[in-house]
């Protein structure tokens, strides 16, 4: 095998025992790695109904056949479980220098199931694996577990850590690595801590094998130098995501006030060029030549890494303007383990709540000092940080009545940073991503509004099934960073050619857009199965865009139309050969060859032909 290791590492923490399987070839060239990998082997080994936070749920770590590889930014890892927040399918991509060291120990894949006895953490070097007390870790930040760890096993070790957050099993809890990476939205953090890990340990002194060395030393230069000498390449090294603010503004879409505005009125004292002045270094993920990770000193006088999402939701989405201030919020976030686009939505849904007279205590707009506090007892869950620990759908059915109609989430996952009152295609991203409302899968709205932007069109559903099938199918199963091409323009036909020289194996962009689809209806699966039944108000975006007007900008009295949107919805699943509840069709997987999958599909809601 030439690019997958050709091992899966499979631990039982109830057993303190460890195993290695071979990974199947056909297995490997149907799923690809990643996120194919992960979404197949959840279907194939969690009984519908575990409880994501029991010793049954499977925390899997996965790299794909380019991952670590002399590919453009090619340091990128999935981790994914059944979600704590969501009930469904739930993973993230972080970048660390824990996926190179995962190919390099001879793995493509790590599964961890059960529950450690005690405090605990996963050393992995080479074929040595070992389950090790971490009573001396456990309750630190991410950030000075991490710096302990390294003093033992080592500069150049992968380590991937929870904070308190995950010991706690806060809902949206993630995992931390490099003391600025974040990965795992959906609560896969809060897994980890439910299985008594605080941290996962990884050294490799081999290398993956390559089908044709020379074939990927220079293709992979080739895509490198292209990169370097793009137009917005300069630009790109000095503000990375967070030129996002800025263009956010303009475009009436940056999340203001819990969403409930597309503009904000100090958007420019916390954009890329605010972030500029105040800017010391830049850091990465590992084999990436337009590293992004923008790094400034805070208000504490402290190193804060700072992205678009991260600045938006702990700014403009809680009525926060001061960069520095924001600054501080994010690197708190990073400490504790928590995600801040959630993060963002609890504190804005909980401002909104108290405005409205449904919470006790009187949360006012933008009033950092409190929210200070509060991020800790969130990850502590301390009295109001208890509820909010939920998450915004767990808290709307807490405090009742039309609570629901602002808490921001699609599936129980909080919308990323990007406000959709006029956007019916980016709502129907947020509505049909397959872990709840990331961006990650289908980020169209740029696209979007530079076209017809309030149009309800067939084309819009066929941009938002393009994106998720290059950005959520074929960018999260090889497993590399898609910003060179999604930010910069490196063009996609790199991609197949480097797997080719990676693995020996031809696969063309039409092969690696069916990957996609196959993943999206394994994954469509997984949730029907979880849910029991189906149906369209699962894929619906959250009621405020429907409801409620922008009152400023541009597109002031702007909102989505719910009829409309049914209508594009309808679009969204013909395209994709699913019938109008939103469950594949049976011929759709047929020709996608799960056909054991539409066998027990059929058992539970029966499908369409
Ligand atoms: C990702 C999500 C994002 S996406 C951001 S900022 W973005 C937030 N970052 C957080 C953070 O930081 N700290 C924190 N405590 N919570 C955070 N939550 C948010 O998490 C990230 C980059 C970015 S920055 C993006 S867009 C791209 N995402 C990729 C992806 O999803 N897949 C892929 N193949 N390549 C990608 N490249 C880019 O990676 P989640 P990272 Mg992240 C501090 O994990 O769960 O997917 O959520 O991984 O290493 O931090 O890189 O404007
Ligand atoms: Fe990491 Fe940014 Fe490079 Fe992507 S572009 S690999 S997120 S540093």
Redesign the pocket.
Known sequence: MHGWTGRILRVDLNRLEHSFQKLDGDFARKWVGGRGFASRILWEELEPGTDPLGPDNELIIARGPLTGLLAP?SG?LV?AAKSPLTGGYG??????TASVELGKAGYDAIIIRGRAPRHSMLVVEDNKVSVEPAEDIWGLDTFEAERRLRKTYGRFAGILVIGPAGENLVRYA?I??QE???????G?GAVMGSKNLKAVVIKGSGEVPVADKKELVKTATQAFRDIKHKPNYEFWMRQ??MM?VQWGQENSVLPAYNYSEGVFEASESMDGYAMERVKVTQRG?PNCNMT??NVVLDEEGKES??????VAMLGSNIGLGDIRKIAVL?RL??M????????GNTIGFAMEASEKGLLEEKLEWGDYERVRELIGEIARREGLGGLLAEGTRRMAERLGGEAYKFAMNVKGLET??YDCHATPGMALAFATSPIGA???DAWVISWEVSTDRLSYGREKAAKVIEHQRI?GGM??S??????PWIEVGLDLDYYPRLFKAATGISMSLDDFMALGDRIYAQIRAFWIREYGSWDRRYDQPPAKWFEKPLTKGPLKGAKLDYTRYQGLLDHYYDLRGWDTRGIPRRGTLRRLGLEDVAEELDRIVGLSE
Do not use: M, Q, W
Request: aromatic share 6%; proline share 2%.
């Open positions: 930014s990128k981790v993973d993230g991509n972080i970048g660390t993630t931390i690595s600025g990476r974040s990965g795992g939205r959906p896969i990375g995501t996002t993920c992004c990770g890494e700072l992205d678009y999402e991260n994010n976030a990073d504790y383990g928590l995600d801040t686009i959630s993060l990323s940073a990331h961006h990650k950005r960018f999260e090889l497993v590399t960073c898609r910003l």
